[in-house]
């Protein structure tokens, strides 16, 4: 017999441009059973749920749900907040008054983290709780799943900044450095690469922090690149480390923050584009160069969606209410590509998934560590959803010229 009680559903971590599609899914997936008398959502997380500071989403009507899910950005709100011990105690009093049965907590590899904190914090009190991580990260560096909700659209902004990009600055020569977001992982800087369709299109480089970033070997390869073509632009992950393995960021910033999960916030400064945009003017001589760090535009850039993410992140949520209904069991969701192209939603355990983080593939970065491969592009194209244009250049002959 399927556990009697209340549906809670929080948010966590950084906002996406499908992560209400999550919300939207366990949501109306949960109005499906009985057993599950009413549906809250926490604001702010477990913050929130501290705070009993909960909607009655049993009271919101599907039309608006409907156009909450495909609204960016996380519509209960988020946190970065880490509960300890005493916190999940205070979780459990609230959870317990308001007889909550099943959680589900949408976020990252933290969020996950909190997720598993709050499962076992549950087991040694025998309070009986469904707890269930739903995938979400723009990074896309959740282990066990081949890719997370939030990403493919993250990637889909990343790809036509860049081909806009490309087209500028190939009609005005000059440098471009784009500062992407990801941490520790290179997919979504990897994800620039897609933005190239003719043999000379930018992004030239791309530098991940998957490999050892040398300024010598940096301006070694765009001195390479602008001696051919006249113009270089380069796509470099926030979190690119150098020999020692520590940040680029964090050499260049001082007092730098850190979250409650030990994370540094590399996303709040313009530093490393600055730097490295010094280092080719003073060292190769090169007067035009300019560079963005593309920071919170990546999360929640309206109209510029997946369809496929979309898609993806509200089969998460509805798959983790059947999960905790029919089986009975907390975990994780995880993503896996099945085919050529379809994906399937596994259960696995929270302790597989919670604080560990996913890199790139040495398979997807080639050997010299400045770009990818045709096996990453393979991997991110069906990500990144339709309708993506494809620009075009004029092909028509010269004119002979008469007087030079």
Not at 23 to 36: I, N, T
Not at 67 to 77: D, E, G, K, N
Not at 93 to 117: C, E, L, P
């Amino acid at each position: 017999m399927a556990l009697k009680g209340k549906v809670l559903i929080a948010q966590g971590g950084g906002p996406t441009a499908v992560i209400n599609q999550s919300l939207v899914g366990v949501v109306l997936e949960s109005r499906k059973y009985g057993e599950m008398t009413k549906t809250y959502g926490a604001l702010h997380g477990v913050d929130g749920i501290i705070n009993e500071n909960f909607l009655d989403l049993t009271q919101e009507t599907s039309y608006n749900l409907e156009q909450v899910a495909i609204t960016p950005s996380s519509a209960l709100r988020s946190t970065r907040s880490k509960p300890d011990k005493k916190a999940c105690q205070e979780m459990f009093k609230v959870m317990q008054a308001h007889d909550i049965r099943y959680f589900f907590y949408a976020g990252g590899n933290d969020s996950s983290d909190t997720v598993r904190i709050v499962s076992e914090e549950a087991q040694k009190v025998n309070y009986e709780l469904r707890a269930i991580h739903v995938p979400k990260t723009i990074d896309n560096d959740l282990v066990m799943n081949d890719h997370t909700p939030g990403y493919g659209s993250a990637a889909r902004f990343v790809t036509q900044a860049f081909m806009g990009i490309n087209l500028d600055v190939r009609a005005l020569k000059g440098v471009y450095i784009g500062v992407v977001m990801g941490r520790n992982a290179g997919f979504l800087t990897a994800a620039a690469s897609m933005a190239q369709h003719f043999p000379d299109d930018g992004p030239h480089l791309v530098y991940l922090p998957e490999r050892e970033f040398s300024i010598e070997k940096f301006l070694a390869d765009v001195k390479a690149v602008y001696d051919r073509l006249g113009m270089c632009v380069i796509a470099v992950s926030e979190g690119i480390k150098d020999a020692s393995g520590t940040p680029m960021i964090a050499s260049l910033k001082k007092n730098l923050e850190v979250d409650s999960h030990g994370n540094l916030s590399m996303s709040g400064t313009g530093a490393l584009g600055d730097l490295l945009s010094e280092e080719i003017k003073e060292k190769l001589g090169i007067g035009r160069v300019r560079s963005d760090t593309f920071g919170y535009l990546q999360r929640s850039f309206a109209g510029c969606v997946s369809d496929v993410d979309q898609r993806e992140a509200r089969e998460a949520g509805e798959r983790a209410v059947q999960l905790a209904y029919w089986y009975d069991a907390s975990g994780s969701i995880a993503i896996q590509r099945t085919g050529d192209y379809a994906v399937d939603y596994r259960l696995v355990e929270l302790a597989e998934v919670a604080a560990k983080t996913r890199l790139m593939p040495d398979g997807f970065i080639n050997s010299d560590g400045n770009h990818v491969t045709a096996a990453f592009k393979s991997y991110v194209q069906p990500l990144l959803g339709s309708g993506i244009m494809s620009p075009a250049h004029l092909r028509a002959p010269r004119v002979p010229k008469l007087l030079k």
